[in-house]
């Protein structure tokens, strides 16, 4: 979405709401990009890009950098939280996340990463937000509005 | 919020110096993060602390760049950097980044080998044991049964969960290094009887008894249940320490699986019924010869070329059985001019391996037998690799990716073929 597509939508009632639970707190406000694959850390991102590398993964080779990261959870290798960590330091990390299953994984990667983040929503987030889309993040107050993308 | 004892109130408070009450922060924004409602004491951690690549010290060069302020900044996840003390819980290191002998061998540089020194002298320091291996249970520790952990390494999990009956998340990093020193973890999860509980069932219908054959089940179930607990029952036969060992690092791949129950075969699954504890009973997935066949296709679709010029045995660590196998299948035969075979394990059993002669048969055909890490972990192939042959579900499920390679998985026998003849003959019998 362009910065004046964004101005735009901004002005507009949301497209839809959804409420979650606090992973982390925090507001943002950016674009989605939704997988409805898992996400391994170690092994599957490489964390000086923010790229999903494994192999036949929706978004191989997509980097999250600086993106609304909506996806159903955490998978794989324990070094999840390390990787993601990593990410923050590179300068490669989402902006914020979104994930539907808890697990210590994801736990533990959105504390250490620091951005706002959520899970336990009243709606699939998977089913309504699409890539692309705008969203603002209060993940304090725990929910998310959506805009959706022109295209 | 999680509640605190009057202990953890005090660590949080300072009493127990700043490194504790550090930790107990990270750990209560953790446990928040998960909606623990407290914690559980643990005196059995295994992580990887402290340890970082010469980028991650540059980082924090303003805090001096070493361990202790990698330690308070990276581990504990802490705005300052505190003094680290000796670690108050019993203290593990698993897997490093190379062979403190034969990392010129795995291409690493002098540099890069001053910078491993110096991390694993400041973690023995520390009071963190060296077992530097992915499967401490081979190693020197074995937790018991109902015992609290607090375990990174996904196939080190699975297997104290579902094996041995031991109770621990996958943790992180972070969150072992803080348990290191508040000997706390929050009490969510796998700490919880009513969480241990099976999800969704797995009939297996094709007989699976060899570790081949146990490495693409895992890999099946992981891909059917994700990262639920399946309830496995049917013709599994002959269980052994490696075969599982296989099985729950293959699952926690393709899935995120940390436990399994295998009825009649593992502690907590007597029967179906306990093994569901009454929960309710979600999916049934089928484990039939088409099943099998199509694991096998999909762990060797990275694979193209017969030509193979590396093979690596060791994920998980291979055990003395394993090594003393892949010696007996060696001995007298050759690896290939344009082929490399690297076999990893821990230092505690090379250790078992150089005195039963293993090290020494192995070396005679021309194989490396190395320690403390593996190809995925260090990233270290032999140069110019094209392509691998494995026998291990969860390292072909990771190198070919990691590295740009192609993969193949086979049996140990077909590896060891592949490494003395330069080409792949592993078929699906």
Known sequence: MSGAAMAKARGQTPDYIIHGRCVVPGCVEGEALVTHDTISGWGGVSPMTGTIIESRHELNGVSFAGKVLVFPGAKGSSGWSSIFHMTRLAGTAPLAMLFNVMTTKAALGAVVLRVPTLTDFDRDPLAIIRSGDLLRIDATQGHVEGWRAIR | MAKLTGREEAMLAGEDGAAVQKAMELLIRYADALGAEDFVETNNVAGVPGS???????????????????????????????????????????????????????????????????DEQQVAEHGIQLLKTCTPYLAGNVPVMGEHCAWMESSAVIFCNSVIGGRTNCEGRESTSAAMLARRIPNWGFHRDEYRKGQHSVDVAVPVDEVFEWGMLGYFVGGAVQDTIPVIEGAIAAPSLIRHKHFGAAAASSGGVEMYHMVGITPEAPSVEAAFGGARRGETFRYDAAARRRTYETLNSVGQCEDVDYVMLGCPHYSIEQIAHAARLIEGRKVHTNAELWIFTSRSVKALADANGHTETLRKAGALLMTDTCSAISQAVPKGTRVAALDSAKQVHYLP??????GWYGTTADCIDAACSGKWRGRLA
């Open chain 2, 52 to 118: 970082a690549p010469p980028w991650i010290k540059q980082y924090y060069a303003a805090d001096g760049g070493d361990y202790r302020a990698v330690f308070s900044r990276f581990d504990l996840d802490a705005d300052e950097v505190v003094d680290i003390p000796r670690m108050n819980a019993f203290s593990c290191h698993l897997q490093g980044g190379m062979d403190p002998m034969l990392w010129r061998e795995q291409g690493m540089s002098e540099a890069a080998f001053d910078n491993f020194r110096s």
């Open chain 2, 401 to 406: 990716a990691m590295m740009g390679i192609e």
